[in-house]
Protein backbone atom coordinates (compact mmCIF):
# COMPACT_ATOMS: atom_id res chain seq x y z
CA UNK A 1 0.00 0.00 0.00
CA UNK A 2 1.17 3.64 -0.89
CA UNK A 3 0.86 6.46 1.55
CA UNK A 4 0.32 10.04 0.02
CA UNK A 5 2.08 12.57 1.94
CA UNK A 6 4.17 16.50 1.30
CA UNK A 7 6.20 18.27 4.37
CA UNK A 8 4.62 20.72 2.80
CA UNK A 9 1.68 20.44 4.65
CA UNK A 10 2.47 21.92 7.89
CA UNK A 11 1.26 25.08 7.70
CA UNK A 12 1.54 28.38 9.81
CA UNK A 13 -1.25 29.51 10.58
CA UNK A 14 -0.16 30.92 14.00
CA UNK A 15 -1.59 29.84 17.48
CA UNK A 16 -4.61 27.29 16.58
CA UNK A 17 -6.61 24.43 17.42
CA UNK A 18 -5.53 23.02 14.11
CA UNK A 19 -2.27 21.54 14.53
CA UNK A 20 -0.92 20.80 11.03
CA UNK A 21 2.27 19.87 12.59
CA UNK A 22 0.18 16.37 13.10
CA UNK A 23 0.66 15.23 9.26
CA UNK A 24 4.64 15.50 9.84
CA UNK A 25 4.57 13.39 13.01
CA UNK A 26 1.74 10.67 10.99
CA UNK A 27 4.24 10.44 8.57
CA UNK A 28 7.30 10.33 10.54
CA UNK A 29 5.72 6.99 12.69
CA UNK A 30 4.77 5.99 9.86
CA UNK A 31 7.92 5.67 8.22
CA UNK A 32 11.12 5.49 10.48
CA UNK A 33 10.29 1.77 10.61
CA UNK A 34 7.99 0.86 7.97
CA UNK A 35 5.50 -1.37 8.10
CA UNK A 36 6.55 -4.69 5.24
CA UNK A 37 3.46 -3.95 3.15
CA UNK A 38 3.98 -0.18 3.14
CA UNK A 39 5.29 0.39 -0.45
CA UNK A 40 6.13 3.86 -0.60
CA UNK A 41 5.96 7.45 0.08
CA UNK A 42 4.12 9.69 -3.02
CA UNK A 43 4.14 13.58 -3.10
CA UNK A 44 1.13 15.45 -4.52
CA UNK A 45 0.90 17.90 -7.36
CA UNK A 46 -1.01 20.44 -6.08
CA UNK A 47 -4.66 20.97 -7.88
CA UNK A 48 -4.60 22.93 -10.65
CA UNK A 49 -7.04 25.98 -10.58
CA UNK A 50 -9.39 24.92 -13.23
CA UNK A 51 -9.51 21.33 -11.16
CA UNK A 52 -11.13 23.75 -8.30
CA UNK A 53 -13.21 25.33 -10.62
CA UNK A 54 -15.15 22.31 -11.05
CA UNK A 55 -16.36 22.37 -7.41
CA UNK A 56 -16.04 26.14 -6.58
CA UNK A 57 -17.06 29.09 -7.84
CA UNK A 58 -15.27 31.75 -9.56
CA UNK A 59 -15.72 34.41 -7.60
CA UNK A 60 -14.48 32.32 -4.28
CA UNK A 61 -11.49 31.28 -6.35
CA UNK A 62 -10.78 34.69 -7.56
CA UNK A 63 -11.19 36.02 -3.62
CA UNK A 64 -8.54 33.10 -2.71
CA UNK A 65 -6.59 33.90 -5.63
CA UNK A 66 -6.14 37.58 -4.78
CA UNK A 67 -6.03 37.01 -0.83
CA UNK A 68 -9.34 39.31 -0.78
CA UNK A 69 -11.80 37.48 1.69
CA UNK A 70 -13.52 39.73 3.49
CA UNK A 71 -13.21 39.89 7.59
CA UNK A 72 -16.38 38.12 7.99
CA UNK A 73 -15.57 35.26 5.21
CA UNK A 74 -12.24 34.91 7.43
CA UNK A 75 -13.73 34.68 10.95
CA UNK A 76 -16.29 31.81 8.87
CA UNK A 77 -13.11 30.17 7.47
CA UNK A 78 -11.55 30.21 10.74
CA UNK A 79 -7.65 30.41 9.17
CA UNK A 80 -5.51 33.17 8.09
CA UNK A 81 -5.56 33.64 4.30
CA UNK A 82 -1.76 34.06 3.03
CA UNK A 83 -0.08 32.63 -0.31
CA UNK A 84 1.47 29.72 2.15
CA UNK A 85 -2.26 28.67 3.22
CA UNK A 86 -3.64 28.69 -0.39
CA UNK A 87 -1.07 26.54 -1.90
CA UNK A 88 -0.50 24.34 1.28
CA UNK A 89 -4.59 23.50 0.80
CA UNK A 90 -3.80 23.19 -3.42
CA UNK A 91 -1.40 20.52 -2.56
CA UNK A 92 -3.89 18.61 -0.28
CA UNK A 93 -6.23 18.57 -3.00
CA UNK A 94 -4.37 17.34 -4.91
CA UNK A 95 -3.00 15.04 -2.44
CA UNK A 96 -6.77 13.60 -2.45
CA UNK A 97 -6.71 13.45 -5.55
CA UNK A 98 -3.55 11.71 -6.43
CA UNK A 99 -4.44 9.27 -3.52
CA UNK A 100 -8.00 8.84 -5.26
CA UNK A 101 -5.87 7.42 -8.29
CA UNK A 102 -3.57 5.28 -6.92
CA UNK A 103 -6.58 3.69 -4.69
CA UNK A 104 -8.62 3.10 -8.20
CA UNK A 105 -5.13 1.14 -9.25
CA UNK A 106 -3.91 -0.49 -6.18
CA UNK A 107 -7.27 -0.84 -4.48
CA UNK A 108 -6.93 1.56 -1.56
CA UNK A 109 -4.58 4.14 -0.71
CA UNK A 110 -3.72 6.62 2.50
CA UNK A 111 -3.47 9.87 2.16
CA UNK A 112 -1.54 11.83 4.84
CA UNK A 113 -3.86 14.82 4.71
CA UNK A 114 -7.62 16.09 3.18
CA UNK A 115 -11.02 15.58 4.62
CA UNK A 116 -12.05 19.09 4.12
CA UNK A 117 -15.39 18.20 4.38
CA UNK A 118 -16.62 22.40 5.63
CA UNK A 119 -15.65 23.69 2.54
CA UNK A 120 -18.72 24.79 0.06
CA UNK A 121 -18.85 25.67 -3.35
CA UNK A 122 -18.67 29.27 -2.84
CA UNK A 123 -17.00 29.63 0.73
CA UNK A 124 -15.25 27.73 3.34
CA UNK A 125 -15.43 27.25 6.93
CA UNK A 126 -14.30 25.59 10.02
CA UNK A 127 -10.43 25.37 8.76
CA UNK A 128 -11.48 24.02 5.64
CA UNK A 129 -10.69 26.20 2.22
CA UNK A 130 -11.27 23.60 -0.66
CA UNK A 131 -13.63 20.80 -0.31
CA UNK A 132 -10.91 18.40 -1.65
CA UNK A 133 -12.96 15.49 -1.71
CA UNK A 134 -15.72 16.93 -3.83
CA UNK A 135 -13.04 17.93 -6.04
CA UNK A 136 -11.02 15.00 -6.37
CA UNK A 137 -14.39 12.93 -7.33
CA UNK A 138 -15.46 15.43 -9.72
CA UNK A 139 -12.56 15.70 -11.46
CA UNK A 140 -12.18 11.53 -12.00
CA UNK A 141 -15.99 11.76 -12.69
CA UNK A 142 -14.94 14.26 -15.18
CA UNK A 143 -11.84 12.02 -16.80
CA UNK A 144 -15.00 9.17 -16.90
CA UNK A 145 -12.47 7.31 -14.28
CA UNK A 146 -15.75 6.55 -11.92
CA UNK A 147 -19.72 6.63 -12.41
CA UNK A 148 -20.45 6.29 -9.09
CA UNK A 149 -19.08 7.76 -5.44
CA UNK A 150 -19.55 7.37 -1.61
CA UNK A 151 -18.28 9.46 0.93
CA UNK A 152 -17.81 7.51 4.00
CA UNK A 153 -17.59 10.40 6.19
CA UNK A 154 -16.59 9.66 10.59
CA UNK A 155 -15.83 12.91 11.30
CA UNK A 156 -16.91 13.95 14.24
CA UNK A 157 -18.74 16.78 12.35
CA UNK A 158 -21.27 16.87 10.13
CA UNK A 159 -19.69 16.98 6.25
CA UNK A 160 -22.22 20.11 5.34
CA UNK A 161 -20.09 21.34 3.04
CA UNK A 162 -19.59 18.12 0.46
CA UNK A 163 -23.37 17.06 1.44
CA UNK A 164 -24.60 20.09 -0.17
CA UNK A 165 -22.04 20.27 -3.19
CA UNK A 166 -23.35 16.99 -4.28
CA UNK A 167 -27.08 17.52 -3.27
CA UNK A 168 -28.67 16.88 -6.69
CA UNK A 169 -26.47 14.34 -7.66
CA UNK A 170 -27.70 10.55 -7.35
CA UNK A 171 -24.48 9.09 -8.34
CA UNK A 172 -23.06 10.04 -5.04
CA UNK A 173 -24.04 8.99 -1.84
CA UNK A 174 -22.79 10.88 1.38
CA UNK A 175 -23.17 9.13 4.39
CA UNK A 176 -21.80 11.18 7.83
CA UNK A 177 -22.30 9.91 11.30
CA UNK A 178 -21.66 13.12 13.64
CA UNK A 179 -22.13 14.51 16.88
CA UNK A 180 -25.56 15.83 16.32
CA UNK A 181 -25.52 19.41 18.57
CA UNK A 182 -22.21 20.09 17.48
CA UNK A 183 -20.57 22.46 15.08
CA UNK A 184 -21.92 23.15 12.07
CA UNK A 185 -25.37 24.21 13.24
CA UNK A 186 -26.33 24.44 9.60
CA UNK A 187 -26.18 20.67 8.47
CA UNK A 188 -27.89 19.79 5.02
CA UNK A 189 -29.33 16.28 4.47
CA UNK A 190 -27.10 14.20 2.68
CA UNK A 191 -27.61 10.49 1.56
CA UNK A 192 -27.34 8.74 4.58
CA UNK A 193 -27.30 10.78 8.12
CA UNK A 194 -26.94 9.78 11.72
CA UNK A 195 -26.44 12.34 14.26
CA UNK A 196 -25.55 11.25 17.53
CA UNK A 197 -26.40 12.22 21.04
CA UNK A 198 -23.23 13.54 23.45
CA UNK A 199 -21.19 11.56 25.40
CA UNK A 200 -22.05 8.39 22.88
CA UNK A 201 -19.61 5.93 23.73
CA UNK A 202 -18.01 2.66 21.48
CA UNK A 203 -20.86 0.01 21.82
CA UNK A 204 -23.37 2.55 20.46
CA UNK A 205 -21.29 4.01 17.86
CA UNK A 206 -20.18 0.60 16.49
CA UNK A 207 -23.77 -0.66 16.39
CA UNK A 208 -25.03 2.50 14.17
CA UNK A 209 -22.12 1.73 12.17
CA UNK A 210 -22.51 -1.75 11.11
CA UNK A 211 -26.20 -0.87 10.72
CA UNK A 212 -25.24 2.15 7.97
CA UNK A 213 -22.52 0.00 5.77
CA UNK A 214 -24.40 -2.13 4.49
CA UNK A 215 -26.92 1.17 3.06
CA UNK A 216 -23.81 2.63 1.80
CA UNK A 217 -22.10 -0.09 -0.11
CA UNK A 218 -25.76 -0.99 -1.92
CA UNK A 219 -25.12 2.53 -3.69
CA UNK A 220 -22.25 0.18 -5.57
CA UNK A 221 -19.79 2.54 -6.13
CA UNK A 222 -16.88 2.65 -8.18
CA UNK A 223 -14.73 3.74 -5.46
CA UNK A 224 -15.43 4.96 -1.92
CA UNK A 225 -13.52 8.36 0.12
CA UNK A 226 -13.40 7.52 3.90
CA UNK A 227 -12.90 10.50 6.27
CA UNK A 228 -10.84 8.78 9.02
CA UNK A 229 -11.40 12.00 11.62
CA UNK A 230 -9.92 11.37 14.95
CA UNK A 231 -12.19 13.66 16.77
CA UNK A 232 -15.01 10.99 18.16
CA UNK A 233 -12.11 10.37 20.36
CA UNK A 234 -13.48 10.81 24.11
CA UNK A 235 -10.18 13.45 24.88
CA UNK A 236 -10.96 15.21 21.96
CA UNK A 237 -11.21 19.60 22.43
CA UNK A 238 -13.77 20.03 19.73
CA UNK A 239 -16.30 16.39 19.80
CA UNK A 240 -18.97 15.07 22.33
CA UNK A 241 -18.27 11.96 20.88
CA UNK A 242 -16.42 9.51 23.62
CA UNK A 243 -15.05 6.45 21.81
CA UNK A 244 -11.57 5.18 22.92
CA UNK A 245 -9.10 4.11 21.11
CA UNK A 246 -9.47 0.45 20.82
CA UNK A 247 -13.00 1.71 19.62
CA UNK A 248 -11.61 3.69 16.93
CA UNK A 249 -9.41 0.57 16.04
CA UNK A 250 -12.44 -1.25 15.97
CA UNK A 251 -14.55 1.64 13.60
CA UNK A 252 -11.34 1.53 11.04
CA UNK A 253 -11.65 -2.33 10.70
CA UNK A 254 -15.28 -2.30 10.29
CA UNK A 255 -15.12 0.34 7.51
CA UNK A 256 -11.76 -1.07 5.67
CA UNK A 257 -13.07 -4.32 6.10
CA UNK A 258 -16.59 -3.69 4.81
CA UNK A 259 -15.39 -1.94 1.52
CA UNK A 260 -12.29 -4.39 1.06
CA UNK A 261 -15.01 -7.62 1.04
CA UNK A 262 -17.39 -5.27 -1.37
CA UNK A 263 -14.06 -4.89 -3.51
CA UNK A 264 -14.18 -1.12 -3.52
CA UNK A 265 -11.13 0.64 -4.23
CA UNK A 266 -10.52 3.32 -1.04
CA UNK A 267 -8.94 6.79 -0.45
CA UNK A 268 -8.44 7.03 3.19
CA UNK A 269 -8.07 11.01 4.19
CA UNK A 270 -7.60 11.55 7.88
CA UNK A 271 -9.92 14.55 8.53
CA UNK A 272 -10.34 16.41 11.89
CA UNK A 273 -8.60 15.46 14.87
CA UNK A 274 -7.77 18.01 18.14
CA UNK A 275 -7.27 15.67 21.23
CA UNK A 276 -5.59 18.05 24.14
CA UNK A 277 -2.54 15.71 23.59
CA UNK A 278 -1.25 16.16 20.06
CA UNK A 279 0.64 12.31 20.54
CA UNK A 280 -3.54 11.08 20.69
CA UNK A 281 -4.55 12.83 17.53
CA UNK A 282 -1.03 11.19 15.63
CA UNK A 283 -1.85 7.61 17.38
CA UNK A 284 -5.42 7.59 16.46
CA UNK A 285 -4.26 8.47 12.62
CA UNK A 286 -1.56 6.05 12.22
CA UNK A 287 -3.84 3.45 13.81
CA UNK A 288 -5.95 3.55 11.03
CA UNK A 289 -3.08 3.43 8.39
CA UNK A 290 -2.16 0.18 10.18
CA UNK A 291 -5.64 -1.01 9.80
CA UNK A 292 -5.78 -0.65 5.99
CA UNK A 293 -2.21 -2.23 6.00
CA UNK A 294 -3.51 -5.01 7.68
CA UNK A 295 -7.01 -5.32 5.40
CA UNK A 296 -5.05 -4.88 2.03
CA UNK A 297 -2.88 -7.94 2.81
CA UNK A 298 -5.64 -10.17 3.90
CA UNK A 299 -7.49 -12.47 0.81
CA UNK A 300 -11.19 -11.09 0.08
Known amino acids: MKLVYSPRYTLDIGPHIFLTEKYRQVHQRLTTHPHPDLARVIEPHAATWDQLALVH ?34 LMTGGTLTAARVALRDGVCAHI ?3 FHHAFADHGEGFCLFNDVAVALQTLRSEKA ?16 TALICDLDASVFTFSMHDQHNYPVFKPRGSLDVGLPAGTGDQAYLAHLRQALPLVLAHQPDLVFYLAGADPYEDDQLGHTKLTKDGL ?16 PTVIVLAGGYARQLIDTVDIHVSTVEAALATSVRQP
Open 57 to 90: SDEYLRKIRTLTLSSEELVQLELPLTDEVVEGFR
Open 113 to 115: GGG
Open 146 to 161: VSRVAVIDLDVHHGNG
Open 249 to 264: KQRDRLVLSAVHEAAV
